[in-house]
C-alpha cells in the first residue's frame, strides 16, 4: 500500500479568512480547553506570536490581535467537505482525526498514468479551496502522517523511500502521548531513526501494546485498520460563525459559503433540489430551522442565494446565531429540459422562478392554485380552497357563484334590493354542521352585488360579492 | 430653464401630450372590453401591456367587466395572477371561468408585499395578466408598474376604491365605474390614445335575477290567461 496523507494545520483559520478577506491582522485560534495558540496565521507568526502561547501573552505581543475559538465540530465539518471533494478525484479516502485526511494512491498511479498526475490535480483541487495544507507518503498512513506533519512535501514514487526521510523526523511530529515522548527524550532519543533502531522487545517490556501498535506501524509493518469514507447520500454542512449574527439578512454571507459547496455537491452528482433547510443556532434560545423552496429542482447557485435573500429579509431571530446548520436531503436528477433559456416562446423556467421567489419572502403557503371544492357550505370553501403545485381540470359548474367570499358572515346591515333567489342550501346533516339557507342575490345603492342568505332563523347575512 | 421645465413635466400629475400622441399609435394592440360605447372612448380598447386602473369596490361587477379583456390575455398561456389582499377569491367562481389552470392566488397581509409580488411577476416575464386589490394607490407607484408592464409585455389591472387618489393615475387607462339610478356608468380620468369621457354608460348585467318570474307574473296577473288557473 502507498498512503498519502494530507495534513491542514489550520482550518478553522483558512475558513476564517476565507469568510473575512478584509481582515489583514493577526488572527489566532484559541483552544479553549488550556486557553493556548493551536493556529494563528501569517500575521500573528510576524508579529511575534507562537504556537502554544497563552492568551494573555497573546494579547500582550499584540493587543490587536483577533481571536477566533477553537471548534472541533467545525473542523470536522470542514474536512468531511474537503474528503467530499477530494473523492471526486480519488477512491479510497480515510479522515483521520480532525485536521488530516489519507488518500491510498496505489490504484491512483496507475488511473493517473503516474502520481505526479494526480498529485498535480489534487493540489490544485485544493489550492481552489484556499486551505492550508502539507502532504507526505508511505507504505502506512503513520508515516505518511509524520512526514505531512514534519513538512516534508514530499511524495515517492515507492513507498519504502520514505523511511530515509522519517528517521530524522522529530518525536514531536508523531502521535506518541507527551508522556512517552517524554520518557524517550530523557534517554536521548530525540528523532524517529533513534526509537526505529530500538529492538521491539525491549521497548514492549517498557511501553503499552498501543505504543508497540503505532511502531510497527511507523516501520511499515502493519497497518491498523482504518474505515473508508463514503461521501453521504445527502448535503449536510456544519459552519461555526466567528462571531454571534443579530440580524438575519447579515447571515447571507455566510450561507453563501455552505451554499457554494452545497450546489458545487449536486453539479457533479447531476442533481437538483427544491428544497434547502436551514439550521439556525441561537444562543439564547432554541435552534431556529426553516425552509427555502424553489419552483423547480435546479443547482444554480445565483437563483439559490437570492431566494435565501428573500427569505432571510422576512426572519427574525431570536437571539443571535452563533451557527448553522444546511442540510439538503431532497435530492432528484437534474433535468435540462425544464431550465432552457433559450427558448424564445414561454417557458416554464421563468414561472418556476418566480415561484421560488414568491414562496421564500411570502411564505410557503402564499401561492396557491384554484382547485374547485366539491362542497356546497361556502364556509368550507376558504378553508379547504387551493393547493399548491397542483391545477386539476375543473369539473362541472357549482351554480351561482360569487368571485368574493367572506370567511366569515356577516350580518347585513344595509339597504338593499333582492335581485335573484332564493336558492336554498340544506345540507350537512350527516355531520356536525348542518346548514339550511337561502341564498339571495342583493343590490346595495351603490351598486354592490352581495351574495345574502337567510338562516332558519330568520337573520339575514352577507356571504360574499359578485366581482 | 430648461431642466426645470423638464422636472415639471416628469410630474404624475401632468398630462403630456408627446406619450399621448405615440401611445395613440394605430399599431399598439387594443384588447376591447366587449362594451361598445367603452371601447369606442377606450381607442378599441385596453393596451396589452400596461397598467389598468379600475376605481371601484370588491363586488361592483369589475370582474365581470374585465371578463373579456383576461380571456384575450390568458391566450398567451402564460399565468394570470391574482393579488387579492384580504379578499377571499372563490375557487369555485375561478373554475367557472375559461382560465383556471393558468391562475395562481398569491395572499399577502400588506400592500407592500402586494407590490412587491406585483412586480416580481412582470418581471418574471411568465405572467400575462396581474390583477391586483388596492386600498390605495400612489401615482409613484402606478407610474413604476405602468413602466414595467410596458416593458414586459404583461397587462396589470390594478382595482382600487380611487378615494385617495383624486388626480388621474399615469397609466393607460383611469376608469371609475359607478352606479346610479340603475345604470352602470363609467368616468375615464385617463386614456392613452383617447381623450377623457365622462358618464359613459355601459351594459352590465346582474350575475342573475328574477326579472324573467317578475315579468311573467306581471304579463299574467293582468291577462285574461290567468283564468287557466281558475277552478271551475
Redesign the interface.
Known amino acids: 500500500m502507498h498512503w498519502l496523507y494530507l495534513h491542514f494545520p489550520r482550518l478553522q483559520l483558512d475558513l476564517f479568512e476565507q469568510l473575512h478577506p478584509e481582515q489583514t491582522g493577526p488572527k489566532v485560534v484559541i483552544d479553549g480547553s488550556d486557553n493556548t495558540v493551536c493556529q494563528l496565521s501569517a500575521a500573528a507568526l510576524t508579529a511575534g506570536i507562537k504556537p502554544g502561547m497563552g492568551l494573555a501573552e497573546v494579547t500582550a505581543i499584540h493587543a490587536q490581535t483577533c481571536i477566533i475559538e477553537y471548534s472541533a465540530n467545525n473542523e470536522n465539518s470542514q474536512l468531511e467537505q474537503l474528503a467530499t471533494i477530494l473523492y471526486t478525484i480519488a477512491s479510497d479516502i480515510v479522515c483521520v482525526a480532525s485536521n488530516g485526511i489519507a488518500i491510498n494512491l496505489s490504484p491512483l498511479a496507475l488511473y493517473y498514468q503516474g502520481l505526479n498526475n494526480f498529485m498535480a490535480l489534487c493540489k490544485r483541487t485544493l489550492t481552489a479551496r484556499h486551505v492550508h495544507f502539507y502532504f507526505g507518503s508511505g507504505a502506512t498512513i503513520e508515516i505518511a502522517r509524520v512526514l505531512a506533519c514534519s513538512h516534508v512535501n514530499r511524495v515517492e514514487d515507492e513507498p519504502s523511500l520514505a523511511l530515509n526521510y522519517l528517521k530524522n523526523c522529530s518525536l514531536q511530529a508523531t502521535e506518541l502521548p507527551t508522556k512517552e515522548t517524554e520518557q524517550l527524550n530523557r534517554i536521548g532519543i530525540r528523532t524517529l531513526g533513534q526509537l526505529i533502531a530500538l529492538p521491539l522487545d525491549e521497548i514492549g517490556k517498557r511501553f503499552n501494546n498501543q505504543i508497540i501498535t503505532y511502531l510497527l506501524a511507523l516501520k511499515g509493518v502493519k497497518q491498523p485498520p482504518y474505515s473508508l469514507f463514503h461521501p453521504r447520500k445527502l448535503f449536510s454542512q456544519y459552519l461555526e460563525l466567528p462571531y454571534a449574527v443579530e440580524s438575519a439578512p447579515r447571515l447571507s454571507r455566510f450561507i453563501a459559503v455552505v451554499l457554494a459547496n452545497n450546489c458545487a455537491y449536486l453539479q457533479k452528482r447531476n442533481l437538483a433540489t427544491d428544497t434547502l433547510q436551514f439550521e439556525l443556532q441561537q444562543r439564547e434560545h432554541d435552534n431556529l430551522m426553516f425552509k427555502v423552496n424553489a419552483g423547480t429542482p435546479h443547482h444554480h447557485l445565483s437563483e439559490w442565494q437570492m431566494l435565501i435573500d428573500l427569505k432571510l429579509e422576512q426572519l427574525k431571530l431570536d437571539s443571535p446565531v452563533t451557527s448553522l446548520t444546511l442540510t439538503c436531503d431532497q435530492l432528484v436528477e437534474f433535468d435540462p429540459e425544464n431550465l432552457s433559456l433559450l427558448q424564445s416562446s414561454y417557458s416554464r423556467h421563468a414561472e418556476n422562478m418566480l415561484l421560488g421567489k414568491l414562496l421564500a419572502r411570502l411564505g410557503s403557503d402564499s401561492v396557491k392554485t384554484v382547485e374547485q371544492v366539491n362542497e356546497h357550505r361556502q364556509d368550507y370553501v376558504v378553508q379547504q380552497a387551493c393547493t399548491l403545485h397542483k391545477a386539476p381540470a375543473c369539473s362541472e359548474a357549482n351554480g351561482l357563484q360569487p368571485a368574493w367570499l367572506m370567511v366569515q358572515p356577516q350580518p347585513l346591515t344595509e339597504q338593499t334590493q333582492i335581485v335573484y333567489g332564493p336558492e336554498r342550501v340544506h345540507t350537512g346533516w350527516w355531520d356536525d354542521h348542518p346548514v339550511k339557507r337561502d341564498y339571495f342575490v342583493a343590490l346595495t345603492g351603490n351598486g354592490l352585488r352581495l351574495w345574502v342568505y337567510r338562516d332558519d332563523q330568520q337573520h339575514w347575512y352577507v356571504h360574499g360579492y359578485f366581482g | 430653464m430648461s431642466s426645470s421645465i423638464s422636472s415639471l413635466i416628469k410630474h404624475p400629475l401632468v398630462f403630456r401630450g408627446r406619450d399621448h400622441r405615440h401611445s395613440a399609435d394605430d399599431s399598439e394592440l387594443r384588447l376591447p372590453f366587449g362594451q361598445a360605447n367603452l371601447d369606442k372612448a377606450c381607442a378599441g380598447g385596453v393596451p396589452a401591456s400596461g397598467v389598468l386602473s379600475i376605481r371601484a369596490?370588491?363586488?361592483?361587477?369589475?370582474?365581470?367587466l374585465l371578463n373579456n379583456v383576461l380571456l384575450q390575455k390568458a391566450g398567451?398561456?402564460?399565468?394570470i395572477i391574482w393579488l387579492?389582499i384580504r379578499?377571499?377569491?372563490?375557487?369555485?367562481?375561478?373554475?367557472?371561468t375559461p382560465y383556471?389552470?393558468q391562475?395562481?392566488?398569491?395572499?399577502?397581509t400588506n400592500e407592500a408585499?402586494a407590490l412587491?409580488?406585483c412586480e416580481?411577476?412582470i418581471r418574471?416575464?411568465?405572467?400575462c395578466s396581474v390583477v391586483i386589490y388596492l386600498a390605495q394607490v400612489e401615482p409613484k407607484a402606478a407610474r413604476r408598474l405602468q413602466v414595467l408592464a410596458r416593458q414586459y409585455d404583461c397587462l396589470v389591472v390594478l382595482v382600487h376604491p380611487g378615494y385617495r387618489s383624486p388626480g388621474a393615475l399615469p397609466v393607460n387607462i383611469d376608469m371609475e365605474?359607478?352606479?346610479s339610478a340603475r345604470q352602470?356608468f363609467v368616468h375615464l380620468h385617463r386614456v392613452t390614445g383617447a381623450w377623457p369621457q365622462q358618464h359613459i354608460a355601459i351594459d352590465h348585467p346582474?350575475?342573475?335575477?328574477?326579472?324573467a318570474i317578475v315579468n311573467a307574473f306581471r304579463q299574467y296577473s293582468n291577462s285574461a290567461a290567468t283564468a287557466i288557473h281558475e277552478v271551475s
Not at chain 2, 391562475?103 to 399577502?108: H, I
Open positions: 369596490l370588491a363586488g361592483q361587477g369589475e370582474l365581470q398567451t398561456q402564460k399565468r387579492p379578499l377571499h377569491l372563490n375557487p369555485n367562481w375561478m373554475c367557472q383556471p389552470q391562475s395562481w392566488v398569491v395572499n399577502t408585499d412587491w409580488a416580481q411577476a418574471s416575464q411568465a405572467c365605474l359607478s352606479f352602470w346582474l350575475p342573475a335575477s328574477n326579472s
